[in-house]
């Protein structure tokens, strides 16, 4: 059985030059898509961060105020990045 053109996959050399190619015909939307994926792994990143902050500032001490702060940034940056997530698939 002989493969035809359409059934080879795109691997080495000639795989990288197409994916180049792509992205060079389509700047825009490669730079857009790469800046949506770079805020959403960041957001990813935040919420330990944020829960460590609560812990340490709130918690910890018995300061509920801060407590309360620090989970309403926490809640608040979850929401942000579902909705950067939503968005970067949107597009």
């Known amino acids: 059985m002989t493969r035809t053109r359409s059934q080879t996959s795109l691997t080495g050399a000639a795989g990288l030059r197409y994916l180049w190619w792509l992205?060079?015909?389509?700047?825009?939307?490669?730079a857009v898509g790469?800046?949506?994926?770079?805020?959403?792994?960041?957001?990813?990143?935040?919420?330990s961060y944020l829960l460590?902050?609560?812990?340490?500032?709130?918690?910890?001490?018995?300061?509920r105020t801060?407590?309360?702060g620090w989970t309403g940034v926490l809640l608040a940056t979850g929401v942000?990045?579902?909705g950067a997530k939503c968005c970067a698939?949107?597009?």
């Open 52 to 63: 460590s902050r609560a812990i340490d500032d709130g918690l910890e001490p018995g300061d």
């Open 80 to 82: 942000l990045t579902a």
């Open 89 to 91: 698939v949107s597009i």
């Open 34 to 47: 790469a800046t949506w994926g770079s805020v959403w792994m960041v957001g990813l990143t935040l919420p």
């Open 23 to 30: 992205v060079t015909s389509q700047r825009g939307r490669a």
């Open 66 to 68: 801060a407590f309360l």
